[in-house]
């Protein structure tokens, strides 16, 4: 098959996935096609089967902002006649999904839309009166839609109104680069005493609950000797960064910016802390369990799906602090616990969301696709 994947090729979640998946499909034999604004951040070496499609937006100055959403749609459609693409596969309702049916009406019928709703399109985008009609209408005009979660399908339904099927196809790890790796002279950088670590990784958002991370922290410091290790950037930050002056905290908490070797990273961690508000999948707990980091995180979205609470980490309620706390303290305070939550975690990622399952559920979508034409 010759396949098209838009997605954004920043950090973040979705443009992982999409770049990992790209990168599975180009392994098993299929023209791959990348259209986007840039490199995507993971598509690592070359592949004889994967190619990159720049979308190069002109400026003009009858436009006040350059008109990206119109030179995506023409990239899609030069693209899919010149490799005669089977399927455009785009993640993101917006802009991409709209973006793709134009292409489409370019091209023809011939060419099938697959769209994957990743989260923010829907849990913040649909919220907006002035995007919702685009979003269901995207949604709508794709030939086949998939979400990350269970959950995210039941918020587009309730929220957008939307009546077309949507199939649950989960995010995953590929097993072959998530493992615990050895990292014990790197850990003693940071816990040179042998200290236990913890670990957030986040874009830094208000949706993360970051504040809560460094109370909770805080209340596990009280008790034992560990260390936090925080992991990316972004707007609170600095919020962050205040609140552990004010506690006191700067000798045992660490910051790391944005790194790219996930793994290596999170194998220094003992449990991975993810307080989201919103996390309509939490691939961050998908890597951690997979590195055999339990995980404490919230009941939000989809986060029950990934973490099996009790078997592979533990799940509160949003906001309890103290709750996640005891927790994270039974976890590094109980060997045998802990050591029976990790053989879970790394069980589960590699059974549920194995990267060669979950590429081949992506498949299967795309031939039952092409056969009904």
Same mark, same amino acid.
Request: charged letters at 25%; a negative charge; proline letters at 4%.
């Given at each position: ?48 089967? =994967? ?18 959403? #119109? ?33 489409? /009406? ?26 919702? $009609? ?14 990350? $979660?269970?959950?995210? =399908?039941? /918020? ?40 236990? =670590?913890?670990?957030? =990784? ?8 970051? /504040? ?17 290790? #925080? ?10 960064? &205040? ?15 944005? &790194? ?13 802390? @993810?307080?989201?508000?919103?996390? $309509?999948?939490?691939?961050?707990? @998908? ?11 919230? #009941? ?11 078997v592979c980490g533990f799940l509160r309620p949003i906001g309890d602090v103290a709750g ?20 879970? $975690? ?18 299967? #979508?795309?031939? /039952?696709?092409?056969? &009904?034409?």
């Amino acid at each position: 098959m010759n396949i098209g994947i838009t997605c954004y090729p920043s950090l973040g979640g979705s443009g992982v996935v999409a770049t990992e998946l790209g990168k599975l499909l180009a392994e098993r034999g299929h023209q791959v096609h990348f259209i986007t604004s840039s490199m995507p951040f993971r598509l690592g070496k070359f592949h004889p089967n =994967i190619f990159y499609h720049e979308v190069e937006v002109s400026h003009y100055d009858v436009f006040k902002y350059p008109p990206y959403d #119109l030179t995506l749609a023409n990239r899609m459609a030069q693209v899919a006649k010149n490799e005669k693409l089977d399927v455009l596969h785009v993640h993101y309702a917006v802009p991409h999904a709209l973006c793709a049916y134009l292409a489409k /009406q370019m091209v023809g019928e011939q060419l099938k839309i697959v769209t994957t709703l990743h989260g923010t399109d829907i849990t913040v985008l649909g919220y907006d009166s002035s995007l919702s $009609s685009l979003i269901r209408f995207g949604i709508e005009q794709s030939d086949m839609v998939t979400a990350v $979660s269970n959950d995210l =399908i039941r /918020q587009t339904k309730e929220l957008l109104d939307v009546e077309k099927d949507i199939v649950p196809v989960y995010n995953f790890v590929d097993k072959r680069r998530y493992y615990r790796k050895e990292v014990s002279e790197i850990k003693r950088v940071f816990a040179p005493n042998g200290e236990k =670590i913890i670990m957030h =990784i986040s874009n830094f958002r208000p949706v993360k609950r970051t /504040q809560d991370v460094i109370e909770v922290f805080a209340r596990v410091r009280e008790r034992m000797k560990v260390k936090l290790l #925080l992991i990316g950037e972004g707007p609170d930050l600095s919020m962050v960064r &205040q609140k552990i002056s004010e506690k006191g905290l700067e000798g045992d908490v660490h910051f790391l910016g944005k &790194q790219e070797d996930v793994a290596e990273v999170i194998s220094m961690a003992d449990v991975m802390l @993810l307080p989201s508000e919103k996390e $309509s999948f939490g691939l961050v707990a @998908l890597e951690a369990m997979a590195c055999g980091v339990p995980v404490v995180a919230s #009941l939000a979205g989809g986060l029950p799906e990934v973490v099996l609470d009790g078997v592979c980490g533990f799940l509160r309620p949003i906001g309890d602090v103290a709750g996640m706390a005891e927790q994270t303290l039974l976890l590094l305070q109980d060997e045998e616990l802990y050591a029976r939550f990790s053989r879970s $975690s790394i069980e589960r990622s590699c059974e549920t969301f194995c990267h060669d399952k979950i590429a081949s559920e992506y498949e299967s #979508l795309y031939v /039952q696709l092409i056969k &009904q034409s």
